[in-house]
T-cell receptor, first 110, second 111 residues
Framework: DGGITQSPKYLFRKEGQNVTLSCEQN?????MYWYRQDPGQGLRLIYY???????QKGDIAEGYSVSREKKESFPLTVTSAQKNPTAFYLC?????????FGPGTRLTVT | GIQVEQSPPDLILQEGANSTLRCNFS?????LQWFHQNPWGQLINLFY???GTKQNGRLSATTVATERYSLLYISSSQTTDSGVYFC?????????????FGAGTQVVVTP
């Protein structure tokens, strides 16, 4: 099946630990994105990448890091420097133009 | 960056009613999409519509790029239309690919 997968669906971590969220796509899309959604709010852009080995900061990049070593993969690391990491994280990809979203990962940090 | 405002923030409809959701944006855009977020959080693509008018079943959308707004029409609403509707835009030049989302319109359709 073609699409965007994110794993895991739910993730629990203790404060002070780094955690990496997975995003994989087999749509052969060039661009990939990471967003954060807090309850009752819209999506905010964390990082985006338009080609392999290149990525740009979005509006809320502090406390996050990414890599884009392969076209199909764009993992997001939530570091211990992120002050409020508990949120719903959504990954998207695009061939240039329309975005398509994965199912998301709900991260809870206690 | 581009500012995106959606209205109304909340909408309660009786099944069968029609409604219009609005998205205003502060600058010229290359991309504009409408999404429906279901109760499980999945974002479902409704329309990719940087300009013009499109229809898909009971839903239609119009973007007037020169006046910097887009409208999403829901006709004969059904309970399955409930959820949050988001507008997302990406501007020209340096902003290409950098999408901004509105805060969304929460729609509740009652039987």
């Amino acid at each position: 099946d073609g699409g965007i997968t994110q794993s895991p669906k739910y993730l629990f971590r203790k404060e002070g630990q780094n955690v990496t969220l997975s995003c994989e796509q087999n749509l052969n899309h060039d661009a990939m994105y990471w967003y954060r959604q807090d309850p009752g709010q819209g999506l905010r852009l964390i990082y985006y990448s338009q080609i392999v080995n290149d990525f740009q900061k979005g509006d809320i990049a502090e406390g996050y890091s990414v890599s884009r070593e392969k076209k199909e993969s764009f993992p997001l690391t939530v570091t211990s420097a992120q002050k409020n990491p508990t949120a719903f994280y959504l990954c998207a990809s695009s061939p240039g133009g329309e975005q398509y979203f994965g199912p998301g990962t709900r991260l809870t940090v206690t | 960056g581009i500012q995106v405002e959606q209205s109304p923030p909340d909408l309660i409809l009786q099944e069968g009613a029609n409604s219009t959701l609005r998205c205003n944006f502060s600058d010229s855009v290359n991309n504009l999409q409408w999404f429906h977020q279901n109760p499980w959080g999945q974002l479902i693509n409704l329309f990719y519509i940087p300009s013009g008018t499109k229809q898909n079943g009971r839903l239609s959308a119009t973007t007037v790029a020169t006046e910097r707004y887009s409208l999403l029409y829901i006709s004969s609403s059904q309970t399955t239309d409930s959820g949050v509707y988001f507008c997302a835009v990406a501007g020209q030049g340096d902003s290409w690919g950098k999408f901004q989302f509105g805060a969304g319109t929460q729609v509740v359709v009652t039987p």
